[in-house]
């Protein structure tokens, strides 16, 4: 099999962890919320088109923020040669 750079670690991991979650959160939301009678993938699917947008635009926003209070406060800057 052909591996990815090293570089592409995190996008990769993004990739497939992001979708995971969006998809598994609203599962877990609707299974503890359903009623008796209820039609779990219908739920499923009505719970998904009420959490995935808001997780996205959270997403946008906080994924830069935390990046750049990773980059300047927490990470020691390289000294130049």
Excluded: C, H
């Amino acid at each position: 099999m052909r591996k990815f750079p090293s570089k592409f670690k995190y996008p990769l991991m993004i990739s497939m962890v992001l979708p995971t979650m969006l998809l598994s959160m609203p599962a877990i939301i609707t299974y503890k919320n359903m009623p008796q009678d209820g039609e779990f993938i219908a739920l499923w699917f009505d719970t998904i088109v009420q959490v995935v947008p808001s997780a996205l635009i959270l997403l946008a926003v906080v994924a830069p923020t935390i990046r750049v209070f990773v980059s300047t406060v927490l990470i020691e800057q390289e000294a130049d040669n």
